[in-house]
């Protein structure tokens, strides 16, 4: 279960005008790189990574209180950590502790008033609160263009195309999409043409929209896209199929994605993201494995003494985000188990 909920303040009209100039020119700086990034040399990407590793952990160790009190029990200054390496000589911190004291992993930066607070129980079952400050916000939107190339190369053309989403009322993505809009614009030209659907819906409802609006792309959650072709594959119902579904948030189970790569042609992705942390890792064309946004994530895979564990070995994921300074999460266990077959 995940819920959302919008920056409190609302904006004038001049403050959403100069708002949408700065954060339209801040993330069209930040995408100038997005489309060649993930196949820069990966030397080059771990600078970056390390670069950024760096400066959080000075950010943590200046502006958060549950950090500095971590670091001085354990006498550790934020020179201790020059590579994402370096991360295991923190304990590895679990959901439990960021639900009992979600405050304390808020930047003295920031508050509760100028950050956009996103809240999940995940895969843990526990309530989180996780606060994001518009810049990592702005940073995630141009680094999901990673996965907007791919899509666009599976379909054959670049620019807009047809996209319907799968959201629940007041999740995630559809809030931060709120966020987007009310601080910044996108001409009409680069914007995607955008329906959704609502898992509460019946399916018959939710398979005439799609046949009304024909998209190229469905996004949302793999278990209900699945149950929505099998549904119409059992009742004999048309579906205009999309050439492309990129799934994430659960599993698409095997039964339905072979019914839809089989009888409905369709080419399926699908990407690995959290309330934690946006941009976790996406799959290319050849779907073979995850791309990890090493630039905006650092990621560990241990055991269940907070161990790395050798590739090819399953474990618990843990990673640290490089990009928000608002709740600061280093060396942090998702809930999620993983198998990491390549180590950088």
């Not at 960021?98 to 996103?118: M, N, R």
């Not at 579904?245 to 039964?255: A, R, T």
Request: net charge positive; with cysteine; glycine share 6%.
């Amino acid at each position: 279960m995940r819920r959302a909920t919008p920056l409190s303040a609302p904006l004038t009209e001049l403050k959403v005008l100069i708002s949408s100039l700065y954060w339209n020119t801040y993330t069209l700086w930040h995408a100038r790189r997005e489309a060649m990034l993930p196949y820069r040399p990966l030397d080059q990407i771990l600078v970056m990574r390390d670069r950024r590793l760096r400066r959080t952990v000075e950010h943590a160790y200046r502006n958060v209180p549950f950090y500095r009190r971590l670091f001085d029990e354990l006498d550790l200054k934020p020179t201790d950590f020059q590579t994402a390496d370096d991360l295991s000589k923190l304990p590895v911190i679990r959901g439990r502790d960021l639900a009992g004291d979600p405050l304390g992993f808020l930047s003295s930066k920031y508050s509760e008033d100028d950050t956009l607070e996103l809240s999940t129980t995940g895969t843990t079952g526990q309530f989180k609160r996780i606060f994001f400050d518009s810049a990592a916000l702005f940073q995630a939107r141009a680094a999901g263009l990673r996965k907007r190339h791919v899509v666009s190369r599976l379909l054959g053309h670049s620019g807009s195309y047809r996209e319907l989403a799968v959201a629940r009322e007041g999740g995630t993505w559809p809030v931060i999409r709120d966020f987007y809009r009310a601080r910044s614009c996108v001409p009409r030209r680069f914007d995607l043409f955008r329906a959704t659907i609502s898992p509460a819906d019946p399916f018959a409802k939710n398979i005439e929209v799609i046949n009304d609006f024909r998209p190229e792309v469905i996004v949302g959650f793999g278990a209900y896209i699945g149950a929505i072709f099998r549904f119409a594959s059992e009742k004999g119902l048309e579906v205009k199929a999309p050439k492309v579904v990129h799934f994430g948030g659960d599993v698409l189970p095997p039964p339905e994605k072979r019914l839809m790569e089989e009888d409905y042609g369709i080419t399926i992705l699908s990407s690995f993201q959290a309330c934690e942390a946006l941009n976790i890792a996406f799959q290319c064309e050849e779907r073979s494995g995850f791309h990890i946004s090493l630039d905006q994530v650092a990621v560990r895979v241990v055991d269940s003494e907070g161990r790395d564990v050798e590739p090819g070995v399953s474990g618990n994921l843990v990673l640290s985000n490089l990009t928000n300074r608002a709740t600061v999460l280093l060396n942090y266990q998702l809930g999620d188990r993983v198998t990491c077959l390549l180590y950088t």
